[in-house]
């Protein structure tokens, strides 16, 4: 197996394309994953992918043919719409945030199912491949598609790195933001419609079901390597692309397994070892700390 | 009964079941637990066919059940671990969901388990698989779902103190001695039971709607937790009737419908609910 994937990597124009391009979403989402961690607004990726299905599905039978870009916009409304949908009705009722975000989540994806099955069933023959928006299939995508995917996420890492002092400043000291005149609403929105984006670019390619994962799983396995923001952001970075990686090449060598779910495994693998072998809060490093402060009091007879 | 009237009594079934259960879960704040849950019940499905190598209702029940502990008690330890709440549920159902995926992608191809059924679910195909109960010709899925009401029924009407208690002041109930984690594993179980009855009529995804907008409608209605759980369930019948004729109108997904549905009622309400509504509130404010 190891070797056609070596096989496919090296010989078909077509896969490295498509590896190239997973790459990049996986750095997207793990550098845009670990802002919004640490912003503790994981979850909304989980909600704007999901509600991005409807999206797409609007923005097909408007168009009335598969061309990503306009499925991707309409994701894109479709996303902010979400997001803006649950602060709405956190704001103004005493709903708690958890609750809107799986009231939005589920309501949308239940729309988009119910707009995905009209169209299958008056399809006339083009099926439309739009049920690979569900789990993802990134081998399925055309040349075009991947141009679109990888450009997006191209640009998104760019400004990602552009904002990144601003950025930071936010999490970590919104106050202190404020007051040295930065303009704190148009970042956030800005962070906002960012992360959307990199959910709906990443839908491709992970499904609306399991692109939170990639939001998600990068970043947390990267807070057990460093403390730091910028090397988070980068071993998140890391970990997305690898798992992209993986995930594209063996789907690509085995028959009918989604791309998406394998991407989540991979990523799951690496959150594991990062758990368990992680150099600043792993498992074994905190039960070494433990043994050698233990051992130290020993020493000097407390 | 005719074929449809099975379709619309199990549909109300997963209303009623779904409704009483979620408004626990709001309460508690433990609606992205739902969601967790009747994701990785598909895992715990895909288990029990792979282990028992059949399809019946109750070795589902049992894996899925088993799975709904296992997530509960994955998500706790990542957290007691340092992994932020939110991140935790993120990173244990997509990942068992992933698994549940690919195993079904690789091993239980060709029979009905197929991924389409287990995101949408297929109430239409409800009323042919039927067993004989008590001299009745009844849908099995009918029949669990029936229990399954029953039992999370007679489980609130038994501990409905000790829920209200745990659910608004854990820690006055913690010092009262009540085993508060024991309640809170009841309520995931019932979770992963009521996800597992609902599989076969609205799919393991879409029973999130089911069982937090009926619980979130009644929220808006009322302060009292009893009439909370009745307005919950009503919410819930009505999304399922509602739904099920819209979705034979649109010739769509009926579950997907049932959840669309259970979105306009909550919009609704959210519109003009005498107390919570924000139509009240733009004209006290004006």
Redesign the interface.
Known sequence: MLQEMWHALLHQPNTQWVVLSTMLLGIASGVLGSFA?LK?Q??IG?AVAHAALPGICTAYLFIGEKQLLVLLIGAAAAGLLATYLIQL?TM?????K??A???V??????????????IT?QAQGNKSGL?NF??GQAAAMTRTDVYTMGGAAGILILIAFLLFKEWKLLIFDPGFAKNSGLSVGLLETLFSTLLVMTVVIGIQAVGV??M??L???P??SARYWTDRLGSMVIIAGGIGACSGIAGVLISTVST???T???I??TA?LC?IVS?TFGRK?G?VQKLTAHRVRTEHLKEEGI | MTYEGWILLTACLVGISCGMVGCFL?VR????L??AIS?SVLLGIVLAFLIANSLNGIYMLIGATIIGFVTTFAIQSLHH????E??S???VF??F???G??LI??FA?DVHLD??HA??GEIAFIPWDTQILFGFEIPKATAMLLGISVFALLIILLFYKEWKLTSFDAALALTLGLPVTLIHYLLMGLVSITAVGSFDAVGA??V??ML??P??CA??LTDRLSAMLLYSCIFGILSAVIGYYG?LW????I??????A??IL?LLT?MFSPR?G?LR?FFITA
Do not use: N
């Open positions: 961690l503790k994981s979850l989980d009705i103004t009722t005493r709903i708690k958890d609750t975000i799986c009231m989540l589920s309501v949308f994806f239940g729309m988009g199912i119910v707009l995905l099955t009209r069933r049920d569900v789990f079901i399991l939170a994962a939001l998600i799983i970043s947390i009918g397994l989604a998406g779910p394998l989540v495994v799951a959150f758990f809060h498992l | 709001i704040r433990m609606a992205m739902a969601d994701h671990a340092g992994v932020q939110d991140a549920i993120g990173i997509t990942t969901f992933s698994i995926v690919i992608s690789l191809k991924v389409e995101l949408m995804i879409l999130v709607s937090v907008v619980g979130a929220y808006l979705a649109l010739d769509a997904s579950s997907g419908s049932m959840s669309t259970g979105g909550f959210w919570y924000l509130r």
